[in-house]
C-alpha cells in the first residue's frame, strides 16, 4: 500500500501560515513514508472559488518546497459525487428535507427552551406524500440530508452510537453520533458541501492518511459514518492542533493575515515559514532546519500538543536572520544577480555582510555603499575630520592582503594614540556612513585602496 495524503484548501482566498501547517504535516509525512501528496481544491463553492485564488495556492506551495504528485478540482468531478447520491438514496441512508432555514432556527430554539442539543429532529423523515406535494407546489426545493446511523430501528429514537478511531495525532478519539444533527449533502440548489465530496473523493483517490486541523474531529465521525455507508474502509485520520496568534486570535483566508504571499513579499524566507509552522506547538524545539528533508527528521505527528499552538510573528524574523546569516553563496547567488549583486566582488561580499542582513534583499544597501559610497554625508567633529585625514594618510599601498585593516589600524594607532571606539567609529562612518555594520577588515579589501581614499573627508 503506497501511502497517500492530499492538502485539500478551498480556493477562496490567499493561504496563511496556518493553512502551510497543514500543508507541510502532510508533505512531510509522505516524504517519511516515501508516498504520494495529492493537492485537491474543494471548490464547489463556485461563488467564491476562483482559479486565481488555485494558482496562488499552487504557487505558495512551491515556494514553500511542496510539489504535488497531481493536481485535483472537486468542481471537475460533480458526476462521480452524483453517482454516490443515487447509492445512499438507493440504501435510504439519504432522505429530503423542505425546511427553510428560518424554520430550522425556530426549531433549534425550541430544542434549547426544552433542554435539548439543538439538533435536527428529522422530523422531514414523517412527511406524508401530500406534504411533499404541497411543498413542491409551492416551489420549494429540498435539501438531503445524510440519516447517521444513531439508533436501532427507529430513527425518530437516536440514541448514543460511538465512533471511535486511534488517531495519528491525538491518540484514541470518540465521537458520539447521537450528538450531531443529520449534515446536508446536497443544497436545495443542487450544489455540495464539503462532506460528500470530500469523502467520495478520499476513496476513488486511493487516501491512506488524512491529516488536517483538528477543527475537523466531530466531521470525522461524520465521515467515517458515510465511508462505511459507502462500504468503503476509512483512512487514518490524523487532526493537528492549530496556529494562532499570540492573542489568541485563528488565522483567516479571507482576511489574509500572515497569508504566504505576503510573508514571502516582506523577505522571509521559504524555511523560515516551514520551520515555524511544523515545530510550534509540539515537542520540538523550534529551530531554523536548512531544508525541507532535514525538517522532515524532526517531524512527527504523535508530537504534537493537543492544545492550540500560539505564535509570534517575530519568531520569524529572528529564524530569518538565522538562515541569512548561514546561507552559502552558492544559495543565494541567483537572487542576487536579480537584486544586481553580481561579478567578482559578489562571493566575498556576501559572505561579509550576510552576518548583518535581516533579509537577504537588505545586502542591496550595502552593495550601493560599496560601490557608491555613503549615502548621506557622515556626521563628524572638526577632531574627527583631522584625525581621518592624518588615518588616510597612512593607508597602505597595494597590493593588500586580508592583513590590511588590521596593518592600517595598528599604523594609526601608533601614530595617533587613538584606540578602540574612538580610534574605529570615525573610520566606519568615514566609510560607510553607518555606525554599525560588516567587519570593515572584510569590506576593506572589497574597496580597494582608490575607493578608500575616494572617502576620505
Known sequence: MTVTVRFAPSPTGRIHIGNARTALFNWLFALNNKGR????FDDTDISRSTQEFADSILYDLHWLGIFPDVTEYQSRRVEIYDAAVERLKAARVLYACYETPEELDLRRKVRRTRGLPPVYGREALTLTPEQVAEY???GRKPHWRFLLPNYTSDPLQPERTEIHWNDLVRGEETVDLASLSDPVLLREDGTYLYTLPSV???IDMGV????????HVTNTGVQIALFQALEAVPPVFGHHNL???ASGEGLSKRTGALSIESLRENGIEPMAVASLAVLVGTSENVATMPDLAELAGHFDPAATSKSAAKFDPDELFVLNRTLIHNMPYSEARDRLIVLGVSGDKAEPFWLAVRGNLDRLADAVQWWRVLGEG????????GEDRDFLREAFDLLPEEPWNGTVWKDWTGKIREATGRKGKALFMPLRLALTGQPSGPELADLLPLLGREGTLARRP
Do not use: C
Request: cysteine-free; overall charge negative; proline content about 10%.
Open 208 to 215: 491512506t492518511h488524512v491529516i488536517r486541523g483538528d477543527d
Open 200 to 202: 467520495v473523493d478520499d
Open 374 to 381: 555613503p549615502q548621506e554625508p557622515p556626521e563628524l567633529s
Open 243 to 245: 496556529l494562532t496568534t
Open 136 to 138: 413542491q407546489s409551492d
Open 37 to 40: 501528496f495529492i493537492q485537491r
